[in-house]
């Protein structure tokens, strides 16, 4: 990444946003720093390094990184479902979620399910046939299902979630306190937005 880091410190930069993939993102996060008109550079990346695989590749250079993602903190999932969740999670595979899309991985598939099951029609040979229009029309029609990111209505244009946007900051170097919401720590969410529309 040096040679376009060198390009970008010759345009004297305050901020970085690098939206890119866990390898590259980690690679600036390394490289930044050594290279001459970057060193106090604000650093901020992506929701795809919401993860232990990134605190592991940035090493020692990830404390201070922020990153954008979706708010995840605990009055924007849905408390009745979410804390048993992460505990049988847990239990399974012994660490909590390693990344932070897992609730919107989680309620996607349980969505398609339903709609599966709704849409599905079986001949008399014994063959299974799913319509696309019907099953797309069956997933656009969700209203108001309870899912572990807070209940969960689509729109004609398949958008099934509000957008809740906040900033995070790695704390630590250490894989092990990899947490999404304590390492890295939310700093800043338009939650209120959200709460004043409604």
């Not at 922020?66 to 804390?83: F, G, H, M, V």
Request: with cysteine; hydrophobic share 40%.
């Amino acid at each position: 990444m040096r040679p376009v880091l060198n390009r970008i410190a010759a345009d004297k930069p305050c901020v970085i946003y690098f939206p890119i993939f866990v390898a590259a993102a980690a690679q600036v996060a390394r490289q930044a720093p050594g290279v001459s008109g970057l060193e106090g550079v604000n650093l901020i990346s992506g929701g795809s390094v919401m993860a232990k695989d990134f605190m592991v590749a940035a090493g020692k250079n990830v404390v201070g990184l922020r990153l954008t993602y979706p708010d995840i903190s605990a009055e924007t999932y849905d408390q009745t479902r979410y804390p048993t969740f992460v505990e049988e999670y847990k239990e399974l595979f012994g660490e909590t979620p390693i990344q932070g899309f897992h609730t919107w991985a989680y309620d996607g598939a349980n969505l398609a399910f339903d709609a599966i099951e709704r849409t599905a029609v079986t001949d008399a040979e014994g063959n299974t046939y799913i319509g696309r229009k019907a099953l797309r029309d069956a997933l656009f029609a969700t209203k108001d299902v309870p899912g572990l990111s807070g209940t969960i209505s689509c729109d004609k244009h398949g958008d099934c979630k509000q957008f809740i946007f906040a900033v995070f900051e790695y704390t630590s170097d250490d894989p092990e306190t990899f947490d999404p919401g304590t390492n890295p720590k939310k700093i800043y969410s338009d939650a209120w937005k959200v709460a004043k529309k409604n």
